[in-house]
């Protein structure tokens, strides 16, 4: 239950990026910037950041500028402006309802942006409610600093419409979601597991609750992945054929690989091509590298093929290479994990 809303959304971190330290994050400032002009001229709105200012001009003055950006000076004196930053969007904010059981839209987490000089810029990082964003309070000290200022009070209307014209800006997955006073903010929402669990990522783990009597089961992101890759190749093992260990004949259609009475080795590319296919369906987007092979050898399910550079891929006594885990490591590991599936 989330008994006081506002206290989640007290906070305020200050930053910088600097040209020369974060060229990517400086690059990726500049592009959100023309996104938002686009967005604005899209919708046919008189707004325009410039100079790092956001105006609010003719829309004579967008059409030129779109056509030329080499305009004259005189052209650009033709706008007013309405504060002197300008704010990129970057979750929406959302609170789940107990009674309800579903999730509202409670405000928005933005970055609000100054430029110091042509080599850095400041940003503030807040969350806001969307009932502290429909007045003009929040634009003050205590919310931004003293060098951050509306030009005129009456212009804040014009602010505000800027703010949510730029929410085009995100997709339906960019939010962040508070689940109740004892959780807090989590990162990503999974959904809810077929037993009713919660199943969302908080802090670089996967976390599953169901409810304020119900203690909070956590599992770090790699180990995660890793019954997600197991749990589908387990699937394709049990609807396909293998051959003994020792055959070392050509592969047939459904045959996978080999085995014997501890270990099940499946050739390399089955494993890669289900694996993929099976991750995207379930909704993960992780990818299966050397790390997660890694992951696995440590916990003694994979056999690797030499140290320095391991293969995954192991030569068998048959001359063949395949994905070698062993049988009773991977029942164990998935049957203890699986809940978070």
């Given at each position: 239950m989330i008994n006081d809303l506002?206290?989640?959304?007290?906070?305020?971190?200050v930053r910088y990026v600097r040209r020369i330290e974060n060229p990517k994050e400086f690059a990726k400032i500049k592009k959100a910037k023309k996104e938002i002009n686009a967005i604005f001229s899209e919708?046919?709105?008189?707004?325009?950041?410039?100079?790092?200012?956001?105006?609010?001009?003719?829309?004579?003055?967008?059409?030129?500028?779109?056509?030329d950006e080499d305009e004259?000076?005189?052209?650009?004196?033709?706008?007013?402006?309405?504060c002197?930053?300008?704010?990129?969007?970057?979750?929406?904010?959302?609170?789940?309802?107990?009674?309800?059981?579903r999730f509202k839209e409670a405000g928005l987490s933005i970055r609000v942006y100054a430029?110091?000089?042509?080599?850095?810029?400041?940003?503030?990082?807040?969350?806001?409610?969307n009932e502290t964003l429909a007045g003009i309070k929040w634009i003050n000290p205590n919310y931004l600093d003293y060098d951050y200022y509306l030009y005129r009070g009456s212009?804040?209307?014009?602010?505000?419409?800027?703010?949510?014209?730029?929410?085009?800006?995100?997709?339906?997955d960019d939010d962040k979601v508070l689940f109740d006073d004892r959780i807090g903010w989590i990162d990503e929402f999974f959904g809810r597991t077929e037993s009713g669990y919660f199943h969302y990522m908080k802090d670089g783990q996967i976390a599953m609750w169901k409810s304020e009597d119900d203690p909070k089961k956590t599992i770090d992101q790699m180990t995660y992945r890793a019954v997600v890759f197991l749990k589908s190749i387990k699937g394709l093992i049990d609807k396909s054929s293998l051959l003994p260990m020792s055959d070392s004949s050509r592969l047939q259609e459904g045959i996978i690989g080999w085995q014997d009475d501890s270990k099940w080795a499946i050739?390399?590319?089955?494993?890669?091509?289900?694996?993929?296919?099976?991750?995207?369906?379930?909704?993960n987007s992780f990818k299966?590298?050397?790390?997660?092979?890694?992951?696995?050898?440590?916990?003694?399910?994979?056999?690797?093929?030499?140290?320095?550079?391991p293969r995954p891929d192991k030569k068998l006594s048959n001359g063949k290479r395949a994905f070698v885990l062993d049988k009773i490591r991977l029942e164990e590991f998935i049957s203890e994990h699986e809940i978070y599936l």
């Open positions: 506002a206290a989640h959304f007290s906070s305020k971190a919708v046919g709105e008189d707004f325009l950041i410039e100079e790092n200012k956001l105006l609010k001009v003719s829309r004579k003055r967008i059409m030129q500028i779109q056509e004259d000076e005189e052209s650009k004196k033709d706008g007013k402006p309405i002197n930053f300008f704010i990129i969007p970057q979750y929406r904010l959302r609170v789940f309802d107990d009674e309800q059981q430029r110091i000089n042509w080599h850095t810029y400041k940003y503030i990082e807040l969350d806001l409610l212009q804040y209307p014009y602010l505000l419409r800027s703010i949510w014209l730029s929410t085009r800006l995100l997709s339906e050739k390399f590319d089955i494993v890669k091509t289900h694996t993929t296919e099976e991750i995207k369906r379930s909704g299966v590298d050397s790390k997660l092979y890694a992951h696995l050898h440590k916990l003694g399910i994979l056999e690797v093929e030499g140290e320095a550079k």
